[in-house]
Nanobody, 124 residues
Framework: QVQLVESGGGLVQAGGSLRLSCAASGRTFSSYTMGWFRQALGKEREFVGAMPRSAGSTYYADSVKGRFTISRDNDKNTMYLQMNSLKPEDTAVYYC?????????????????WGQGTQVTVSS
């Protein structure tokens, strides 16, 4: 089992940047495929991006591709989401998630563990 805690959210103007962190504790962080999801008010939780446990290729939703970057530091048990060129439509609660499987999945119900979320608000 792993516990996840997100941080780094806040209020930023359109065009600005934020970096979210997801700190993991418990079972070995490197055992998990890690993902980021977000949920805007009144909408379903959606995939943002993910990285397999081997820390190889990363996968992104089309809406964030070229603006967001996921990285992970297995020595620090931490995953990051660097968000650049933020838009008002990026406003949401951002969640990190972990799954026991080897491969990246795009559906939130494929993930086994979740953080509490961190609010990101982008003003126009």
């Amino acid at each position: 089992q792993v516990q996840l805690v997100e941080s780094g959210g806040g209020l930023v103007q359109a065009g600005g940047s934020l970096r979210l962190s997801c700190a993991a504790s418990g079972r070995t962080f490197s055992s998990y495929t890690m993902g980021w999801f977000r949920q805007a008010l009144g909408k379903e939780r959606e995939f943002v991006g993910a990285m397999p446990r081997s820390a190889g290729s990363t996968y992104y939703a089309d809406s964030v591709k070229g603006r967001f970057t996921i990285s992970r530091d297995n020595d620090k048990n931490t995953m990051y989401l660097q968000m650049n060129s933020l838009k008002p439509e990026d406003t949401a609660v951002y969640y990190c998630a972990a799954r026991n499987g080897r491969s990246v999945k795009y559906d939130y119900d494929e993930y086994d563990y979740w953080g509490q979320g961190t609010q990101v608000t982008v003003s126009s």
